[in-house]
Nanobody
Framework: QVQLVESWGGSVQAGGSLRLSCAAS????????MCWFRQGPGKEREGVAG???????TYSDSVKGRFTISKDNAKNPLYLEMNSLKPEDTAIYYC????????????????????WGQGTQVTVSS
């Protein structure tokens, strides 16, 4: 059974940084596609950073240049380094994964992912 567990969310002032972690168990994910999504208050869930089976990455325009997604190999968690945080980044952040290699233009599409974590709250105050 696949399990994804996010951690290291929290509260920070605008301009600060956080690094989220997503640990996977019961799942060999070194060659699979993964993505960080977020859902703000009253908003739909949106993909913000994805990484493909070839290691290629893609970002939403709202976080490009500020967020970095990374994972080294099957034994290491998936990370999301978030810098220059803004109040509009406040959301529940979710880790998602799928067993298929997803084309980069679909990496941020939530319907592509079968496995989801429970989410971790990120709050950015002004």
């Amino acid at each position: 059974q696949v399990q994804l567990v996010e951690s290291w969310g929290g509260s920070v002032q605008a301009g600060g940084s956080l690094r989220l972690s997503c640990a996977a168990s019961g799942y060999f994910f070194s060659t699979k596609s993964m993505c960080w999504f977020r859902q703000g208050p009253g908003k739909e869930r949106e993909g913000v950073a994805g990484i493909g089976s070839d290691g290629g990455t893609t970002y939403s325009d709202s976080v490009k240049g500020r967020f970095t997604i990374s994972k080294d190999n099957a034994k290491n968690p998936l990370y999301l380094e978030m810098n220059s945080l803004k109040p509009e980044d406040t959301a529940i952040y979710y880790c998602a994964a799928d067993t298929r290699p997803i084309e980069w233009w679909f990496l941020l599409h939530r319907l592509q992912y079968a496995h989801w974590g429970q989410g971790t709250q990120v709050t950015v105050s002004s």
